[in-house]
């Protein structure tokens, strides 16, 4: 289930563009399938035909229908570069994506939900958290080794079809019985396998084109033309033009801007040393060679983009001895290093999709906070300088990242803007400001400006103090769906089987926040890379199998001291919060950061596995707990308000909610 849950926020990711500032859609559809699922399960002897049937159904449409380009019409949430859209209106789409991740998650769920009505209860837990760390271990290699879609569908066509096969002996029939049954095995397999091949011809097609190819975070196309007799390779990524790689000679004469930094840096002395963040294809680098750059530190977070350059780009500046190439997160680059530069310099680090179990974190979002500019001012030299350019398309925005690195660095920026709709603006700060040499002084911000995003608060693109009505609205449907969705699966009687559980559900949703946090505070301790985001997934994994261990092995405090523990571990998170472990040395940062954040986790499943092994119903139980993580994905948007460190404040009323509501005798299931 894990591996078809993470191929299908891959996947459709790539190919319907919402679903990259929503990647957590196909998630929540997840867990109401999987909840469903598990309810449903009694009568499971084999794989419902409705789930693979339904996952070729999907990818065929969408196929048939993608979701190329968006520019977002709100003005609180940014959608960047993209024009216009083509394919499915978001209200469309969305819904159709939600509703078939839920059916095809449901089906595999029908038979994990018979193993825990069938084995003991932790046993089954066991094996179901064992296949979730094999689920994520398999597609982390395959990320690594950048296998395309194609792969991911083979894999998850084979555990279908082995799925398929019913768990129960069939008794000895007439031969015409036979026959009769043989019909309507052969005429199932072919309902069954039909919509599966076409899911692989489809998939085949896309992992085959020439132009394609797989990073860990993007589908990433290719395409050669000219411009003014010059050589421009186009990078897309998602469906969304991204960058193009371009001579630096161009680049520079079509768009003066891109030599401001250089200008507007002690007035124009050339820098020997220069960090680039967001190297890309290597355009960039390749202008601070053309400017006399001595050595240039080129950290780029995506592998695929990076070695395109180095292979295809005209200037070939990867190549050249004065380059060291990094594929890391540039902020966490930045506190690694100890080395010090005459420029810092980040180059349209729009990433364009979010980080994989966090709503509203964006892999560069680490990147614009008050706190990251600091840390570019302490790796200056003396007369260095600090520089960042992007198609901004927002005057507010701009002068929010000025404002925020005037207070970062104690003065007034130089903030260079061009017009037109996706207005483009240079805002260079030298690291006094005798380091700087401004052209037209920056007005200021206005009555409007947001306040600087912070590494609690890190949402450089919301406008608002308030979560925009647009993800209100989304997650009230989602919501919505589920109640109905649970109702019409259960055939009435799910609410009432899972009405002694209550504690269970809340204990689902405060688990879900804490997961959030941990990849959010790692994601700030170690880099927004996909390599940390799969290290704390199968951490978190760990860490529940762990309790589920402890809990069977040994003998266990009782449940009310199990809270005490879980209640110290979130009062710890509290008191040293991530700005804390962000001072400490690498490998003591790593130490406390585990303990930090796993030791709430752990507790948190020793009491769910506790109270799990005792429950009547198993599949009600485990079911309410899904559903129950569902609403904690919706309730993570709570961060927009209180910020990323407020989400321990909520997941600590839900666990109080939960320890409220425990039974106060409970009584050992049958085995």
């Not at 979730?132 to 990320?143: D, K, R, Y």
Request: overall charge positive.
């Amino acid at each position: 289930m894990l591996f078809l849950e993470l191929a299908l926020i891959r996947w459709t990711g790539s190919n319907v563009v919402h679903l990259s500032y929503f990647s957590n859609f196909v998630l929540l559809g997840s867990f109401l399938g999987i909840g469903i699922g598990i309810l449903r399960s009694s009568r499971a002897k084999r794989l419902p035909y409705y789930s693979p049937v339904m996952l070729g159904l999907l990818v065929a449409v969408i196929a048939w229908k993608p979701v190329t380009v968006n520019r977002g019409s709100s003005s609180s949430v940014i959608y960047f570069t993209s024009l216009s859209t083509t394919g499915p209106p978001v209200w469309v789409i969305l819904p159709i994506i939600f509703v078939a991740a839920a059916v095809v998650l449901a089906g595999p769920a029908e038979l994990v939900g018979r193993c825990f009505a069938e084995l003991p209860r932790l046993t089954a837990y066991r094996f179901d958290l064992i296949g979730s760390l094999i689920g994520i271990v398999s597609f982390t290699a395959l990320s690594f080794l950048g296998a395309p879609p194609i792969w991911w569908g083979l894999i998850v066509t084979i555990a279908f079809v082995v799925l398929m096969v019913p768990q129960a002996k069939t008794p000895a029939t007439t031969t015409a019985k036979t026959t009769a049954k043989t019909t309507a095995m052969a005429l199932s397999a072919a309902l069954v396998l039909t919509p599966l091949v076409v899911m692989l011809g489809v998939l085949f097609h896309e992992s085959t084109q020439p132009e394609n190819s797989w990073s860990p975070y993007y589908k990433v196309q290719t395409s050669s033309t000219e411009f003014r007799n010059t050589p421009v390779l186009t990078i897309t990524v998602n469906g969304v033009p991204h960058q193009q790689a371009i001579p630096a000679e161009a680049r520079l004469q079509w768009e003066s801007q891109y030599g401001l930094p250089y200008q507007r840096a002690a007035a124009g002395k050339q820098p020997d040393n220069v960090l680039i963040i967001g190297a890309g294809s290597g355009t960039d680098v390749a202008i601070a060679l053309s400017k006399g750059a001595k050595h240039v530190d080129a950290v780029e977070i995506d592998p695929r983009i990076r070695d395109i350059g180095r292979e295809r780009h005209p200037d070939h500046p990867y190549q050249d001895p004065r380059v060291s190439s990094h594929i890391d997160d540039g902020r966490a680059f930045l506190s690694r290093t100890d080395t010090k530069y005459d420029l810092i310099l980040l180059a349209l680090p729009d990433s364009l999709t979010l980080v994989n179990g966090a709503s509203s974190l964006r892999l560069e979002s680490y990147l614009f906070t008050e706190e990251a500019f600091k840390s570019a001012r302490e790796h200056l030299k003396p007369g260095g300088a600090f520089a960042m350019y992007n198609f901004y398309r927002e005057t507010w925005l701009i002068d929010r990242l000025a404002s925020t690195a005037q207070k970062a660095f104690g003065h007034v920026p130089c903030v260079d803007k061009e017009g037109g709709d996706l207005q483009q603006a240079v805002i260079t700060a030298g690291l006094t400001e005798a380091d700087q040499s401004c052209g037209t002084a920056w007005a200021g911000p206005t009555a409007i400006t947001p306040p600087p995003a912070t590494d609690n608060r890190p949402f450089l693109y919301l406008f608002t103090d308030r979560i925009p009505s647009l993800y209100l609205v989304t997650l009230g449907l989602i919501l919505v769906a589920g109640l109905i969705g649970v109702g019409i699966a259960g055939g009435g009687s799910s609410y009432r089987r899972m009405r002694p559980y209550a504690d269970l559900f809340l204990l689902g949703a405060g688990f879900m926040l804490l997961e959030t946090k941990s990849i959010t505070g790692f994601a700030l301790l170690f880099g927004t890379t996909w390599v940390v985001n799969a290290i704390v997934f199968a951490g978190v994994l760990v860490a529940v199998l762990a309790a589920v261990e402890v809990t069977r092995r040994f003998k266990t405090p009782p449940l009310k001291v199990m809270y005490v523990v879980l209640f110290a571990g979130l009062a710890l998170s509290w008191v040293f919060p991530d700005s804390w472990l962000l001072s400490m040395p690498v490998g003591l940062r790593a130490l406390a950061a585990v303990l930090i954040a796993f030791l709430p986790i752990f507790a948190a499943n020793v009491v769910f596995a506790k109270r799990f092994t005792d429950t009547a119903d198993g599949t009600a139980s485990f079911g309410a707990n899904l559903l129950g993580a569902m609403l904690g994905g919706c309730l993570e948007y709570a961060a927009l308000l209180i910020g990323f460190h407020g989400l321990l404040i909520v997941a600590a009323v839900l666990y109080a909610g939960a320890f409220l509501l425990r039974p106060k005798t409970l009584t050992r299931a049958a085995a």
